[in-house]
């Protein structure tokens, strides 16, 4: 019998130490993309890597705490929404005052709803969370404050100039192209830390059981709460990030169809893996562009929602742990022996 | 305020949180007795609606006739959903059910899209529930309201009446407190969870029947009643239906006063009153605990 | 063993706890001390109010009325994790180990609780020395030192609950409030758990809920005994054995001498 992956729920063993310097070599690789895809190949590139920062900071909230949240997208959206807000009447706003003031209006955001959720547990965490989110959309999509359900435009996108040189102009496909892969790859740094780190081996200790931990003296609220602001700041990352790319942000950034899709995605990817967080924004979206594509489906490529849909119920039906789960399955299996097993039944 | 619209405001209020009640019972029960976290109730709600739009022109104005017609349809379609999806989730851990019952939505957006198109719909009336009626020497109040809070006193009756004084409803309560015990007594729980799970489609989806000539008939109306039945829940406690009684007539109250009183944000008072609520008293007003 | 001194200044003392659950009085104005060098055991048949008692010493629920003192100073208010923090361990009836991690993991986060700097996170915790040291020792107490890198949920049921154990004590607690940590337990694991006990006991305070009487009246130097929420006895062992209501609660007759 499987133990670990039984016993742990969704989430998965370590990575094989063959596979440690994998995200490297993906990351190398992925630096000679520019040259080598079409401008919307590149596009799709950079729109999966924007989710993939999305997906990771979902990806402390649930699968390294345990926190279902049905909200996230709220911080995606506001700090969307404040990057444009920031946009300067006329020249490119600086990426050094639009940035953290988007992650700080997210984290602020993430900071209130936090606090409120977190006196929740279980499915009314979930439901709480997803009706706070509705509140932030309803500001967005029915008061003045953005522009109503049209949203805003962004007249120019930010960059990062000295002495009136702009070094790195979001506006350029390549500039854009790198920032964000090194916004991507410093997002999955700072969660790697973590998730070694004191915080987070606390954080899986109140994923496993907060019971065991208040025992212990750890004062989980805090924690909880210091994660879910975390995850928000960084959501707030993707959000910025996808306000300069497309240059408009609307309402429907902070819908709880966001939340859904951020949702699956990391489940798609495998929960409690930072690869699979990102494999499973990667996996969703070029699904997402499979579906809807005419030159596949025809007529049908409209419906796209549907044959999403269902291929999530299959696969969260049959494939619990994502698509990084059947790689570690098959290496977890090879590894078991029933000497291996030890004597007890769990 | 006029005391005459401050009246009128009442009623809507109360109109609006039967409505609310209606879907929440639903909810609840579907939570409470099988443990499923259900996203996809909203689109329950779609289909009475949907369901109002499509059986008109076949009933001609038999209104009457035609909200049984979509009950024992929705009925007959709880029951299915549940013998081929839903019994497969019970066993399943909440993160799960979210996704799948999320993936469902995903589903029947776009079946509904397929079978009835995207556009907004409107239910007509039938004569005798059209027009209003004088309130006193006040004001005059549209009938079909005082109509469908009427039908919705009448289920809530019913389903009082069911849960606390029959049998049915005995194991209904015991499976709300011990699903285990329950199936030791030898009570067929496959089919009472199929029946539990039908009551709550049917429902969602009267609600959405009574309210259909109302706010039309349109894509995203399950979405928006979905959420705010989750703070119904969340402030009247999972499980309790005498608590998503309070609950949605409190929510209707804060809605309705809340359009009157501050416009622009009026869609905001009801999450305010939910904060409020979670500092005051997290678990909710009626918690059973889950 | 008992020190004059010792048994003037309790480390803990719960004085008139109640606590009421609606109509229900599950504790009824139990009064209860701890002195480092004691067992003190606390028996009772089921629904004495013994898992209420022990919920309200930890620090899980609140009481209805009464007080708890630690070390002098009133700690009735505390939340569980403050009291943690203070020094009140506690060990739990059905085991709250965390089965997906490995044993020395286990101790490690208990230990961690004492030592948190959540904030430096550039340090991975497996560099925290300081946790570790205080793991090793703890699973050296409870016997658990070869199993380090074993996964908890594959022990034995045993060897979890000297895993409980373990946890409890890598927190560096000074009272000890153990629920029925024989539970489930055999004869020989039952053995080694009771030989621990008579070791930690010289440096801690410690309550023990059981129901195994053979082991309560092997470790303990001190028996109160609940019925009905309700302390209807309270002293040395012998006395206890000897006493009417408790044989007539326990056999549910008078003793014939």
């Not at chain 1, 936090?114 to 929740?120: D, P, V, Y």
């Not at chain 1, 240059?247 to 690869?275: T, Y």
Request: hydrophobic letters at 55%.
């Amino acid at each position: 019998m499987n133990i670990p992956l039984a016993a742990a729920g969704l989430h998965q063993p370590l990575p094989p130490s063959k596979t440690r310097l994998l995200p490297l070599v993906i990351l190398l690789a992925a630096c000679l993309l520019p040259m080598l895809l079409s401008e919307y190949a590149l596009d799709l590139v950079v729109k999966i890597i924007i989710y993939a920062i999305f997906a990771l900071s979902l990806e402390l909230l649930v699968g390294t705490t345990g926190l279902i949240s049905l909200g996230h997208a709220a911080f995606f959206g506001i700090a969307a929404y404040v990057t444009a807000l920031l946009v300067p009447g006329s020249g490119p706003g600086a990426i050094l005052l639009m940035l953290p003031a988007a992650m700080l209006g997210a984290g602020c955001y993430a900071l209130f709803v936090g606090a409120l959720s977190l006196r929740t547990q279980g499915v009314y965490f979930i439901m709480v969370t997803l009706a706070f989110a509705q509140m932030a959309f309803f500001i967005f999509h029915d008061t003045g404050i953005g522009g109503g359900s049209d949203g805003i435009y962004l007249s120019s996108r930010p960059a990062f100039s000295l002495a009136g040189i702009a070094l790195v102009d979001l506006e350029l496909p390549r500039h854009f192209f790198f920032f964000a892969l090194g916004s991507l790859a410093a997002a999955y740094l700072l969660l790697a830390a973590i998730q070694r780190s004191r915080f987070g081996r606390a954080l899986a200790g109140i994923r496993t059981n907060e019971q065991r931990m208040r025992a212990a003296g750890y004062r989980t609220y805090g924690y909880k709460l210091a994660a879910f602001v975390i995850a928000g700041m960084l959501a707030g990352l993707a959000g910025f990030l996808m306000a300069a790319r497309t240059g408009v942000v609307n309402p429907e950034l902070l819908s709880w169809h966001e939340s859904g899709a951020v949702l699956l995605m990391i489940i798609l990817g495998g929960l409690g893996s930072l690869r699979g967080a990102v494999l499973g924004a990667a996996a969703f979206i070029l699904l997402k562009e499979f579906y809807s594509s005419e030159a596949i489906f025809a007529g049908f490529a409209q419906h796209w929602q549907l044959s999403l849909g269902l291929t999530m119920i299959l696969f969260v039906a049959f494939l619990p742990h994502g698509l990084i789960g059947l790689s570690r399955q098959r290496i977890w299996n090879r590894k078991q022996s029933p000497a291996a097993q030890g004597g007890a039944h769990v | 305020m006029e005391f005459s619209t401050f009246l009128v405001q009442c009623l809507n209020a109360v109109q609006y949180g039967l409505l609310l009640f209606l879907v929440a019972s639903g909810l609840t029960l579907i939570f409470g007795i099988m443990g499923v976290i259900n996203l996809a109730h909203g689109s329950f709600y779609m289909l009475g609606a949907y369901l109002a739009y499509a059986l008109a022109p076949l009933f001609g104005g038999q209104f009457l006739l035609q909200m049984a017609a979509g009950v024992v349809l929705s009925v007959v379609f709880g029951f299915l959903l549940e013998w081929v999806f839903f019994s497969y989730l019970y066993q399943r851990d909440h993160l799960q059910q979210v996704l799948m019952t999320y993936s469902l939505i995903l589903v029947f957006e776009e079946m509904r899209s397929i079978l009835a198109g995207n556009d907004v719909h409107g239910v007509k009336l039938p004569e005798w529930l059209s027009g209003a009626v004088a309130l006193g020497d006040l004001m005059k109040y549209p009938v079909y309201n005082l109509f469908a809070s009427a039908t919705c006193i009448v289920v809530a009756l019913g389903l009082y009446y069911v849960v606390n004084r029959t049998r049915l409803g005995m194991m209904i309560r015991a499976g709300a407190s011990n699903r285990d015990m329950v199936r030791g007594l030898g009570i067929n729980i496959r089919l009472l969870y199929r029946i539990v799970f039908a009551a709550g489609v049917a429902l969602a989806a009267l609600a959405g029947m009574i309210a259909a000539p109302v706010t039309s008939v349109y894509p995203g109306m399950g979405g928006q009643i979905l959420i705010i039945c989750f703070v119904v829940v969340v402030i009247g406690g999972i499980g309790s239906i005498s608590g998503a009684l309070i609950a949605a007539l409190l929510v209707g109250l804060v809605d309705t006063f809340g359009k009157v009183l501050f416009a622009q944000f009026s869609g905001l008072s009801v999450y305010l009153l939910m904060a409020l609520i979670l500092i005051w008293r997290p678990q909710g007003l009626k918690s059973k605990g889950y | 063993m008992s020190d004059t001194n010792n048994q003037a200044h309790p480390l803990l003392r719960a004085t008139g706890l109640t606590r009421r659950f609606g109509g229900l009085t599950a504790v009824d104005a139990v009064s209860i001390d701890l002195h480092v060098g004691q067992v003190h055991a606390v028996i009772g048949t089921n629904g004495a109010g013994k898992s209420t008692l022990i919920n309200m010493l930890s620090g899980e629920i609140p009481p209805s009325g009464g007080s708890i003192a630690f070390e002098g100073v009133d700690i009735s208010r505390w939340s569980q994790p403050r009291r943690a923090r203070a020094g009140v361990g506690r060990s739990y009836q059905r085991t709250t180990i965390f089965h997906s991690f490995d044993v020395l993991e286990n101790c490690r986060l208990a230990a961690q609780a004492a030592m948190q700097r959540p904030w430096a996170v550039w340090q991975a915790a497996s560099a925290c020395s300081g946790s570790l040291a205080r793991a090793r020792d703890a699973m050296e107490v409870a016997g658990l030192a070869n199993t380090a890198h074993t996964l908890a949920g594959s022990l034995s049921h045993g060897q979890q609950r000297q895993l409980e154990i373990a946890m409890c004590l890598a927190t560096g607690p000074r009272a000890l409030l153990l629920d029925e940590p024989l539970a489930g337990m055999g004869a020989e694991e039952s053995e080694r758990m009771l030989r621990m006990l008579e070791r930690l006991k010289h440096t801690h305070a410690v309550l023990l809920v059981e129901h195994d009487m053979d082991a309560v009246f092997r470790v303990a130097d001190h028996i109160t005994v609940m019925v009905n929420g309700q302390v209807i006895a309270s002293a040395a062992p012998e006395a206890i054995r000897n006493n009417p209501d408790v044989q007539l609660a326990y056999l549910g007759e008078a003793p014939v001498s």
